[in-house]
């Protein structure tokens, strides 16, 4: 039986026309922040301060009809402010699990790098498997479930940058970007008498979301495709300007982000150009360029950017030459 990728076109303008009412000029963004929801991934939006992350991510939570909730990372937070706590009930005479904010559908990392890594290591294991252990037990997180971190690259000064580790964890890396003129002139224009976001309702369900990431791995993708997917990769090893290159995790990343890119714009099959399109957000983060190399103003970036360019897509005929 034929793939049916209405589902997730529908759920693509479900999602982005109600996000459009509060987050102005900032498709690409929303587009991208979907896909990330479709491979059960997280997001590090890694941006100027006013630019709308917190409302874009509130605006993602209501359109789906999930819990949201948002953390305010400081030096003084502590794991369990996270994860949760255990409190003696007196009239019991047993601990009882408190839940922490982790327990969300969509959970906001604001400026997660101002957190100790104590507390930031506290988010791996929800992310890397949606649960958090407290006390020896396993406690599952709710589904779906998606972190989308904040982070400021202007402002050094009390922060601790997230290592290296932490940032695989993380699928994407995005930046959200000043709006145009005419979409700030709207801005001004729509909050006038209050703010569009009190007014946002859900418009798809958790139960479509769900069956929408479980149905994803259906769409093809070429031996090709994937060639060129894991050359491209395999490249960011092999550059002498990085002393660290893409993880396999970033591979399975960029497959999977793939195949919802695809689905989204409502094809059943992956084209070179959605890897090509994804590798810059998918890939830049995990490397990790040399101190020389640094210093000379060449960032994770820009290698990123011209391996697009620069590793060519091999076609197989039917002979497999």
């Keep these: 039986m034929a793939f049916d990728v209405d589902p997730y076109t529908k759920f693509r303008h479900l999602v982005m026309t109600n996000a459009e009412k509060v987050i102005l000029g900032k498709e690409s963004a929303i587009e991208t922040i979907l896909v990330a929801l479709?491979?059960?991934?997280?997001?590090?939006?890694?941006?100027?301060?006013?630019?709308g992350k917190t409302m874009l991510a509130r605006t993602i939570a209501a359109s789906i009809g999930g819990v949201f909730r948002r953390i305010q990372f400081t030096p003084d937070l502590l794991p369990n402010?996270?994860?949760?706590?255990?409190?003696?009930n007196q009239k019991t005479t047993?601990?009882?699990?408190?839940?922490?904010?982790?327990?969300?559908?969509?959970?906001?990392?604001?400026?997660?790098?101002?957190?100790?890594?104590?507390?930031?290591?506290?988010?791996?294991?929800?992310?890397?498997?949606?649960?958090?252990?407290?006390?020896?037990i396993a406690r599952s997180l709710p589904q779906?479930?998606?972190?989308?971190?904040?982070?400021?690259?202007?402002?050094?000064?009390?922060?601790?940058p997230l290592p290296e580790a932490?940032?695989?964890?993380?699928?994407?890396?995005?930046?959200?970007?000043?709006?145009?003129?005419?979409?700030?002139?709207?801005i001004l224009e729509s909050q006038r008498h209050g703010h569009p976001i009190d007014n946002v309702?859900?418009?798809?369900?958790?139960?479509?979301?769900?069956?929408?990431?479980?149905?994803?791995?259906?769409?093809?993708?070429?031996?090709?495709v994937t060639d060129y997917?894991?050359?491209?990769?395999?490249a960011t090893r092999e550059r002498q300007e990085l002393s660290l290159g893409a993880s396999p995790r970033g591979s399975l990343a960029l497959y999977k982000a793939s195949q919802a890119l695809a689905a989204l714009r409502g094809r059943d099959f992956v084209l070179p150009d959605d890897v090509k399109e994804l590798a810059p957000t998918i890939l830049a983060h995990r490397l990790?360029?040399?101190?020389?190399?640094?210093?000379?103003?060449?960032?994770?970036?820009?290698?990123?950017?011209?391996?697009?360019?620069?590793?060519?897509?091999q076609l197989v005929d039917a002979d497999g030459g």
């Design 38 to 51: 479709l491979c059960r991934g997280h997001v590090l939006l890694d941006d100027v301060p006013g630019t």
């Design 81 to 88: 402010d996270v994860t949760g706590v255990s409190i003696y």
């Design 94 to 136: 047993e601990f009882e699990f408190r839940h922490g904010p982790v327990f969300a559908n969509v959970l906001l990392a604001d400026e997660i790098n101002r957190a100790t890594p104590r507390t930031q290591s506290a988010l791996l294991e929800a992310m890397s498997e949606s649960q958090v252990s407290f006390d020896g």
């Design 144 to 160: 779906p479930f998606t972190v989308l971190a904040t982070q400021n690259p202007v402002e050094f000064e009390g922060t601790f």
């Design 166 to 186: 932490q940032l695989d964890r993380f699928m994407m890396r995005l930046t959200v970007g000043y709006p145009g003129i005419e979409e700030e002139r709207e």
């Design 201 to 224: 309702e859900a418009v798809t369900s958790l139960e479509l979301l769900s069956r929408l990431q479980n149905d994803l791995g259906n769409v093809h993708v070429d031996s090709t």
């Design 229 to 234: 997917l894991l050359r491209l990769v395999r």
């Design 288 to 313: 990790l360029v040399a101190p020389e190399y640094g210093l000379r103003g060449i960032t994770s970036d820009g290698i990123v950017s011209s391996l697009v360019e620069s590793v060519e897509l």
